[in-house]
């Protein structure tokens, strides 16, 4: 069993930036690709961004490519997600989320591949 919790969310201006922050209870945190997700009302849950296991390979939504950035710290059991230029369309609910990864060297972007999350944390950009 994995507990995620997120943190760093909350109201900042357009052009501004937030760090979220997603401690997990992992003894092997090593072992878990990672993604941050988000969804907005009425949209589809989306893969914003997601690593691999030890941190050698990132993935970005296009409209985020330039702006965000995930990193992870295995030490920590802990991973980020820094967010620059914030725009107001970058609104809504971030959530990480974990998964046992085999081979070491795969992201997965896909919502359903994930199989613990955190609570999620509210981002809001205003214009």
């Known amino acids: 069993q994995v507990q995620l919790v997120e943190s760093g969310g909350g109201l900042v201006q357009a052009g501004g930036s937030l760090r979220l922050s997603c401690a997990a209870s992992a003894r092997t945190f090593s072992a878990y690709a990672m993604g941050w997700f988000r969804q907005a009302p009425g949209k589809e849950r989306e893969c914003v961004a997601a690593?691999?296991?030890?941190?050698?390979?990132?993935y970005y939504t296009d409209s985020v490519k330039g702006r965000f950035t995930i990193s992870r710290e295995n030490a920590k059991s802990t991973v980020y997600l820094q967010m620059n230029s914030l725009k107001p369309e970058d609104t809504a609910v971030y959530y990480c989320a974990a998964k046992t990864s085999l081979p070491a060297t795969t992201i997965y972007t896909d919502y359903r591949q994930y199989g613990y999350w955190g609570q999620g944390t509210q981002v809001t950009v205003s214009s």
């Open positions: 690593i691999t296991r030890a941190g050698g390979s990132t």
